[in-house]
């Protein structure tokens, strides 16, 4: 059964745009890409601050969907500068999350819907079945 994910700040831009915030089918969690636009309709001047709030920003749309950076699986971000992001973007992530690493693909672009936005991410994550541990790390190298 598929359902749509909107958080408390998200719900203003669901009645607007009927987009959610995330959805869920099954175990599988799809976030739209999220930005950290603040209550008032603002985005912060500082690059790193854009990038620890969106990520928060997703944290707060996975635990609505019940789940957690711990679930990820797949990142998806869109920089406007993304070389200039890059060093800070592997720095802040470190702060939500951990081993094993999701799949990540990040690319530049030259724009955003949101005209003060440079960060945009959407993830996917599989979220624990309950009753069931997450699996031990394995690395495989060739």
Same mark, same amino acid.
């Given at each position: 059964?598929?359902? &749509?994910?909107?958080?408390? *700040? @998200? +719900? !203003?831009?669901?009645?607007?745009?009927?987009?959610?915030?995330?959805? #869920? %089918?099954?175990?599988?969690?799809?976030?739209?890409?999220?930005?950290?636009?603040?209550?008032?309709?603002?985005?912060?001047?500082?690059?790193?601050?854009?990038?620890?709030?969106?990520?928060?920003?997703?944290?707060?749309?996975? &635990?609505?969907?019940?789940? *957690? @950076? +711990? !679930?990820?699986?797949?990142?998806?971000?869109?920089?406007?500068?993304? #070389? %200039?992001?890059?060093?800070?973007?592997?720095?802040?992530?470190?702060?939500?999350?951990?081993?094993?690493?999701?799949?990540?693909?990040?690319?530049?672009?030259?724009?955003?819907?949101?005209?003060?936005?440079?960060?945009?991410?959407?993830?996917?994550?599989?979220?624990?079945?309950?009753?069931?541990?997450?699996?031990?790390?394995?690395?495989?190298?060739?």
């Amino acid at each position: 059964m598929r359902t &749509a994910i909107v958080p408390p *700040s @998200w +719900a !203003d831009f669901y009645a607007e745009t009927h987009i959610p915030a995330a959805v #869920r %089918d099954g175990q599988t969690i799809r976030a739209t890409g999220h930005t950290c636009e603040t209550i008032d309709h603002t985005f912060a001047a500082d690059i790193g601050q854009q990038i620890r709030d969106t990520f928060a920003s997703i944290a707060e749309t996975l &635990a609505a969907s019940g789940a *957690s @950076w +711990a !679930d990820v699986v797949e990142i998806n971000s869109y920089h406007v500068g993304l #070389r %200039d992001q890059a060093e800070l973007m592997t720095e802040i992530a470190g702060e939500f999350l951990a081993d094993p690493y999701p799949a990540w693909t990040a690319v530049g672009v030259t724009e955003l819907y949101d005209v003060d936005a440079l960060i945009e991410i959407s993830v996917v994550a599989v979220a624990p079945t309950p009753g069931r541990r997450r699996q031990a790390v394995r690395v495989v190298t060739t």
